[in-house]
Nanobody, 122 residues
């Protein structure tokens, strides 16, 4: 079963930066589209950012101008650069993709990362 693997979370002071990464668990697969979600304790999961194949991006209003979604084609890795972090950004962050690709074939599905904790202190 193909899964997405995330890394890059941690503890940072307000105003600091973190970069999250997301990639398929098997190197032969790549992801072209990614949804970045986050979930704080006691709150519903919310969509934070989207990266579409071709570089099109969308952002939640509260993170626009601070977060940037991108892709490293050479590493088959998606990134979420988070700058000017605020305490309200504290949450578990998840990457999600509607499909993975290998050898020119698309495998539709609902692929999720395991989540990575981001904690921003005041």
């Amino acid at each position: 079963q193909v899964q997405l693997v995330e890394s890059g979370g941690g503890l940072v002071q307000a105003g600091g930066s973190l970069r999250l990464s997301c990639a398929a668990s098997e190197t032969i697969y790549s992801i072209d589209d990614v949804n970045w979600y986050r979930q704080a304790p006691g709150k519903q999961r919310e969509l934070v950012a989207q990266f579409r194949n071709g570089g099109h991006t969308n952002y939640r209003a509260s993170v626009k101008g601070r977060f940037t979604a991108s892709r490293d084609y050479a590493k088959n890795t998606m990134y979420l650069q988070m700058n000017s972090l605020k305490p309200e950004d504290t949450a578990v962050y998840y990457c999600n993709s509607p499909g993975v690709q290998a050898r020119g074939i698309l495998y539709p599905g609902d692929y999720w990362g395991q989540g990575t904790q981001v904690t921003v202190s005041s």
